[in-house]
């Protein structure tokens, strides 16, 4: 059964990206690539990837996966990435089953759910759009890592009030100065 998890590294203070859109302050972190090998794990079981643009342009950019497609594939391998975008001057990355989407969360459900088959569908992020995915009724679990550090401002890591009974805490653990949370959203 296909679930939607948003699976996302977040400061103490609860966000992605601090105020530069920048997520430099992750790989300071102790443990941070310790971090990352757990979530290899999960991408493992992933069919879809789903990406509002602000994190796509910064996955391109960081990576200079323009000059170097073929970072995506080492990176993400053949799964479909569907990015959430208003903008029609995406670059896409030669080789990547990239598509670029608009409009609705919840009319596109349907064809990412389809594109996973039997994986899951990672929601890579921003905040908002995993935020989206909650709104439509389909989010079905949180899957976070909390670094120890806080960053004042920046992008939020769920800019939407879910109540504490429709969250269940399933898993806790440890990796250098994250914290791993594993929640369950109950409908």
């Known amino acids: 059964m296909t679930r939607f998890v948003y699976a996302t590294a977040t400061s103490l203070d609860g966000f992605l990206a601090d105020s530069d859109n920048s997520l430099d302050w992750l790989f300071a972190v102790e443990g941070g690539q310790e971090s990352l090998a757990a979530l290899e794990a999960f991408v493992a079981g992933v069919g879809v990837m789903v990406e509002g643009s602000t994190t796509y342009r910064w996955v391109l950019e960081h ?7 073929e970072k995506w594939q080492q990176f993400y391998g053949e799964r479909p990435t569907f990015v959430f975008s208003s903008r029609d001057d995406l670059p896409l990355v030669p080789g990547a089953d990239i598509r ?34 909650h709104d439509a009724g389909v989010l079905d679990e949180l899957m976070l890592s909390v670094a120890a550090v806080t960053l004042g401002a920046g992008a939020p890591l ?30």
């Open 63 to 69: 990576e200079g996966l323009l000059d170097a497609p």
């Open 100 to 133: 670029v989407v608009s409009g609705s969360v919840a009319d596109h459900v349907a064809a990412i759910r389809e594109a996973a088959g039997d994986g899951d569908v990672w929601i890579v992020g921003g905040g908002d759009l995993a935020g989206q995915f």
């Open 158 to 187: 769920l800019p939407r009030r879910i109540e504490s009974s429709a969250l269940r805490l399933v898993d806790v653990g440890q990796t250098g100065q994250f914290v791993a949370l594993r929640y369950l959203l109950e409908r």
